[in-house]
């Protein structure tokens, strides 16, 4: 690949971070159509995720025909010039048509380095934010499914000289399998996992209703990643509830790229609910040590929101009223937020929310992804030096155990 023109990632200086370490903790992979048939056995390797044509239409399926991504979208708005498509067009490109820096490793590490990121965190798109697509097919397949992507994961990090760190999809239909996933994950040197937000959507191997993750059936999976030190990431549209691009947020008839745009802010705001339910669950009353991270949900939401919980909580019964502190302080001890486009008044933000839980990342190559990057130093002049650089790096550094 041509080392990218600099014009098209930066405006108005050379380096819109200062000269600072970066870690981008929200980019995606666009998945290779080989991911996992070059990786299944023989067995099944028909039945993992593969692009074929369906109805004459180029797509993912799972298990043969189960279509998981219509028009096979690498979700990727840059091209392979480097410029970056505005509006819905991106539904329509094929992975040919996109920045090689979507899929591969080298090339997306060569963006880095023009772009002046050291790290980057790395969500999925084919089998759902939280692999909820997985949950399609058997019990058997499914597992495959997410190990050999987390094998995958594992085989990109390595090749990125620890540059890139993909979370890991756990199978979250079943506890006991979600542990062991979790330890073998952690072997491998994956940095953190991604789950599903609504599990009690489902039902799990047994056939019965899963419970939410407030209920202490998740107790092992709590105590693993806290023994382990690994952080719980909440990506928005991480289950079926919460993915809803063009569904209920936006009214009949809007033009559909408008509805895109109310959907994907509304997407940010959702994440509420689910640190709501954490907070007032009484999951963090259990496990103190926990880290969350809301991804791609923004921050200038999130004072409101505690504000909005601490009143609401002083209303109800005192006999319900069990957590032990008011619920907006568990955020500074056990939730991160992550900021990109986000400037009015952004130090004032950071400040308020303490900048010990912020981080910074920039979508790659998603539609509303940072690209070009503006300098987002000029937004935190209000800032200290030490809390640019927790922003910037540090607590990323710290959460996700990366090397400095």
């Known amino acids: 690949m041509n080392a990218p023109d600099k014009s098209l990632i930066f405006t108005n200086t050379d380096d819109p971070f200062g000269g600072r370490r970066v870690v981008d903790v929200d980019t995606h992979l666009s998945e290779p159509h080989d991911l996992w048939t070059s990786r299944a056995p023989a067995s099944i390797r ?33 091209d392979t010039t480097g ?12 992975i040919e048509d996109v920045h090689p820096a979507s899929y591969g490793t080298k090339e997306r590490v060569e963006l880095m380095d023009a772009q002046g990121i050291t790290s980057q965190i790395v969500y999925p798109n084919i089998l759902g934010f939280g692999g909820q697509n997985a949950a399609k097919v058997d019990a058997g397949l499914r597992l495959a499914c997410m ?43 994956l940095r953190g996992i991604n789950i599903n937000s609504d599990p009690h959507n489902h039902v799990g191997l047994d056939g019965e209703q899963l419970p939410s993750l407030a ?21 928005i549209g991480a289950s079926d ?17 408008m509805a895109l745009r109310i959907g994907s802010t509304m997407l940010f705001i959702n994440n509420g609910r689910v ?90 190559p998603h539609p509303t992804c940072l690209y070009p990057i503006d300098p987002v130093e000029a937004a935190m002049t209000d800032l200290s030096e030490d809390e640019k650089v927790m922003v910037l790096s540090g607590n990323a550094e710290r959460v996700y155990n990366l090397p400095t």
Not at 57 to 69: A, E, F, K
Not at 154 to 181: H, N, T, Y
Not at 304 to 315: H, P, T, V
Request: glycine letters at 6%.
């Open 46 to 78: 028909d039945r993992v995720p593969q692009v074929k044509e369906v109805d004459g239409v180029r797509s993912w399926v799972i298990d043969g025909d189960i279509v998981i991504g219509r028009n096979a979208s690498p979700c990727s708005t840059i």
């Open 83 to 94: 410029e970056k498509w505005l509006g819905i067009d991106f539904f329509d490109r094929q």
């Open 147 to 189: 190990e050999i992507y987390n094998d995958a994961m594992a085989e990109i990090q390595a090749d990125s000289g620890e540059r890139i760190f993909p979370m890991a999809l756990l199978p979250w239909w079943d506890l006991k399998q979600s542990v062991a996933e979790i330890e073998r994950c952690h072997k491998m040197g």
């Open 215 to 235: 209920s202490e059936h998740w107790n092992p999976m709590w105590e693993i990643c806290e023994s382990l030190n690994v952080p719980i990431n909440f990506h």
């Open 241 to 257: 509830q919460e993915m809803d691009w063009f569904g209920g947020q936006a009214w009949p008839g809007l033009d559909p790229d």
């Open 275 to 364: 640190m709501s339910n954490i907070i007032m669950s009484r999951m963090l009353d259990r496990f103190s040590k926990l880290k969350f991270v809301s991804v791609e949900s923004g921050l200038g939401w999130i004072p409101f929101i505690l504000e909005a919980l601490d009143a609401q909580y002083m209303e109800a019964h005192p006999t319900s009223r069990t957590l032990q502190r008011m619920p907006s302080e568990y955020f500074s001890t056990n939730f991160l937020s992550c900021f990109w486009f986000e400037r009015k008044n952004l130090s004032a933000r950071i400040k308020e929310l303490g900048a010990h839980t912020v981080m910074f990342e920039t979508d790659f």
